[in-house]
T-cell receptor, first 114, second 117 residues
Framework: QKEVEQNSGPLSVPEGAIASLNCTYS??????FFWYRQYSGKSPELIMS????GDKEDGRFTAQLNKASQYVSLLIRDSQPSDSATYLC??????????????FGKGTHLIIQP | GAVVSQHPSRVICKSGTSVKIECRSL??????MFWYRQFPKQSLMLMAT?????????EQGVEKDKFLINHASLTLSTLTVTSAHPEDSSFYIC?????????????FGEGSRLTVL
């Protein structure tokens, strides 16, 4: 059973601080990794994708990947109340990389306190 | 960015009736679309992969005769929940991969919240 694990939270972070979200996965053959943001009652939206070890930055968001540790994280700098949402980690477990191989974690509920 | 539109956003139906949900790719052609289901506080679960012009591929445990999928054009896939029961109440979300970004980057429709009475 291929699994993607996330702490469900809630993770509470003061406004302006750095929010750190973590995800581990079980399949060493995983090739691509994604972070989606989902507001309550809404569908997910893609925030970041990462494919190689190291950091990838996009604005206030930084994705970090460590394949040896089977660990992927998302850092949100200068957290804003609008960042309050559930963050879903998704891992592609098929070597072909097609989207039908995506497995989602249950998500971490992030709360940014004003 | 790529847009995927889903309709209806909410539907309430009586037990035993059928409900059709439409998913459209508005600015790109999608030979493949994906249907997910999400129960409260649970993760997204892939139900089936919809393939234009051919049969859908269903995930293990998903009844193909209950969840009918039709992908008749490159921009439209439909999911019909037949003989719906209260346990089918859930948030159904379609998605597609535009191909403009990297493989596996999905764009989701708005979702359809089904309540079966």
């Amino acid at each position: 059973q291929k699994e993607v694990e996330q702490n469900s939270g809630p993770l509470s972070v003061p406004e302006g601080a750095i929010a750190s979200l973590n995800c581990t996965y079980s399949d060493r053959g995983s090739q691509s990794f994604f972070w989606y943001r989902q507001y309550s009652g809404k569908s997910p939206e893609l925030i970041m994708s990462i494919y190689s070890n190291g950091d990838k930055e996009d604005g206030r968001f930084t994705a970090q990947l460590n394949k040896a540790s089977q660990y992927v994280s998302l850092l949100i700098r200068d957290s804003q109340p609008s960042d309050s949402a559930t963050y879903l980690c998704a891992v592609n477990v098929y070597s072909g990389g097609g989207a039908d191989g995506l497995t989602f974690g249950k998500g971490t509920h992030l709360i940014i306190q004003p | 960015g790529a847009v995927v539109s889903q309709h209806p956003s909410r539907v309430i139906c009586k037990s035993g009736t059928s409900v059709k949900i439409e998913c459209r790719s508005l600015d790109f052609q999608a030979t493949t679309m994906f249907w997910y289901r999400q129960f409260p506080k649970q993760s997204l679960m892939l139900m089936a992969t919809s393939n234009e012009g051919s049969k859908a591929t269903y995930e293990q445990g998903v009844e193909k005769d209950k969840f009918l999928i039709n992908h008749a054009s490159l921009t439209l896939s439909t999911l019909t929940v037949t003989s719906a029961h209260p346990e089918d109440s859930s948030f159904y979300i379609c998605s597609a991969e535009p191909g403009q970004g990297a493989v596996g980057e999905l764009f989701f429709g708005e979702g359809s919240r089904l309540t079966v009475l």
